[in-house]
């Protein structure tokens, strides 16, 4: 059995003092140039930890045989400055750090080929980074490395049209919408499942997740931006799966979600 080796803490922020919301965990196996896994939690903008996911990241290193990065970033509260674009922001940068591959990182990954995985506000961060968002947060344009180097993105239980969110769950206004984005009377501007391509990232591949049984973010989301995709890339690079039937959180602990996203990635590994 090959042995699961871990790298706790990893700054992809060089401040100028320690800030343990800009800071990744590393799970792989051994020393190769396979392609990088990156998981990109939720929590509503405004909590969970990358050490939250570690049994996720674990199982999807022994199931995929791939390295697993697990990034935080900085929280909304409702006393703080940190409000979108921040979040997705700090997901970019750690982006940005890991495609230059610095010496003092094990190599154990290849940077031009790399799948990422956005749960719930996680999904709407990376699709905020991947489509081309700019006319309303230029700051998380990528460079054309970052976009050619993602081969699969996997969105699961994801947020992505805010507007069509509180009309379902108008409670979640107060609750993390305000601090996250500031207290509008319309968020449509940050509506990812309305924005264009970027110009590069062209072929990269799609699936959008969703529960049957998930209560907290309803199953229109989804359908929103399974819809949107196949319009900007076509069938062939955009597929949806809803067997699922766990909770919200409860999806990430479940074999089957595991086999939906190592097949996905698998299958990609192999065109």
């Not at 042995?3 to 320690?18: F, M, N, P, Q």
């Not at 500031?182 to 591949?205: C, E, I, K, V």
């Not at 959180?249 to 479940?254: K, Q, V």
Request: charge should be negative.
């Amino acid at each position: 059995m090959i042995e699961l080796k871990e790298r706790k803490d990893i700054a992809y922020h060089r401040g100028t003092s320690r800030d343990t919301y800009r800071e990744f965990d590393l799970y792989f196996q051994s020393s190769s140039t396979l392609p990088l896994i990156i998981f990109v939690h939720g929590g509503a903008w405004r909590s969970e930890d990358k050490l939250d996911h570690s049994a996720l990241a674990r199982s999807l290193v022994s199931v995929t045989g791939l390295p697993v990065i697990v990034p935080n970033y900085r929280l909304s509260a409702q006393n703080n400055d940190i409000h979108h674009p921040i979040h997705a922001q700090d997901i970019l940068e750690c982006l940005l750090f890991v495609s230059s591959v610095p010496h003092d990182l094990p190599q154990v990954f290849d940077p031009s080929r790399i799948y990422l995985i956005g749960h719930s506000c996680g999904a709407h961060m990376l699709a905020s980074i991947l489509l081309d968002s700019s006319s309303i947060s230029p700051a998380l344009t990528p460079p054309p490395v970052i976009l050619n180097a993602i081969r699969g993105v996997v969105f699961s239980e994801g947020i992505y049209d805010i507007d069509r969110l509180l009309v379902d769950f108008p409670g979640y206004r107060s609750w993390f919408i305000a601090a996250a984005f500031g207290d509008r009377p319309s968020y449509a501007a940050f509506n990812t499942a309305q924005l264009p391509l970027r110009s590069s990232g062209s072929t990269t591949q799609w699936l959008i997740i969703h529960s049957k049984g998930d209560t907290l973010v309803n199953l229109p989301q989804s359908e929103a931006m399974l819809a949107h995709l196949k319009s900007l890339y076509g069938d062939q690079l955009v597929e949806g799966n809803i067997e699922l039937i766990e909770e919200h959180d409860a999806i990430l602990s479940t074999r089957n979600y595991l086999r939906i996203v190592s097949d996905f990635i698998n299958a990609g590994r192999e065109k």
